[in-house]
Every structure is written in C-alpha cells, then in structure tokens.
C-alpha cells in the first residue's frame, strides 16, 4: 500500500526514528496519484468536524490542487477563465439549490 506524500514526508518519518521505503513516480504515475490525493483530500475534507479541521484540509485540497494544475500543464488563470465561463453560463452555487428530482 503506497500513497503519495508530501515531499517532507520521508525525512519527518526518519527524524521520528522510523525508516521509509520511497521511489519517484514518472509522469503518468504521478498524475494519476494526484488524481486519487485529490479525492483523498476531498474525502477528508468533508469528514472534518470544525473551522480549524476544515481549514486544514482546504489547505491540503489547495496543494493537491495548485500541483495538478502544475502535472497537467494548467495555469490557475486557464482555470479561472474556464470557472468563469462556466458561471456565466450555468451560473455558480450561491443560490445553495438542490435538485431532487428531474421530471
């Protein structure tokens, strides 16, 4: 079972006095962990209970995020004209709407 980590992860685990076994994944590896981290995150983030635990996993959730668009060739401006469009066309989730059902 392997998982992708941030990049402090291994020496934080031997400054604790544990060992860790790594290996550097090649591009598509990486993009699809980064994939799952994101769920991962996304996971995490909706169990968290409180301000500070959802802070912290928006934080995490941001990281995974900023380093996908980076893995992807994505700029966050190509990301934010794209959010923008979409808005414009669809709209956004200010209204809080809950479709139930489509008849």
């Known amino acids: 079972m392997g998982k992708l980590v941030r990049d402090r992860i291994p020496e934080i685990i031997e400054a604790a006095g544990r060992g860790a076994r790594i290996r550097v994944l090649?591009?598509?590896?990486?993009?699809?962990?980064?994939?799952?981290k994101l769920v991962e995150e996304a996971r995490?983030?909706?169990e968290a209970q409180n301000y500070d635990e959802r802070l912290g996993e928006l934080a995490d959730v941001h990281e995974v995020f900023t380093a996908?668009?980076?893995?992807?060739?994505?700029?966050?401006?190509?990301v934010a004209a794209a959010a923008a469009g979409k808005r414009a066309e669809r709209g956004g989730f200010d209204r809080r709407i809950w479709l139930d059902q489509l008849r």
């Not at 090649?26 to 799952?36: G, V």
């Not at 996908?68 to 190509?78: H, K, V």
Request: proline share 0%.
């Open 26 to 36: 090649d591009r598509d590896e990486y993009r699809r962990a980064l994939l799952d």
């Open 44 to 46: 995490e983030l909706r």
């Open 68 to 78: 996908a668009l980076s893995a992807f060739g994505i700029t966050a401006d190509e």
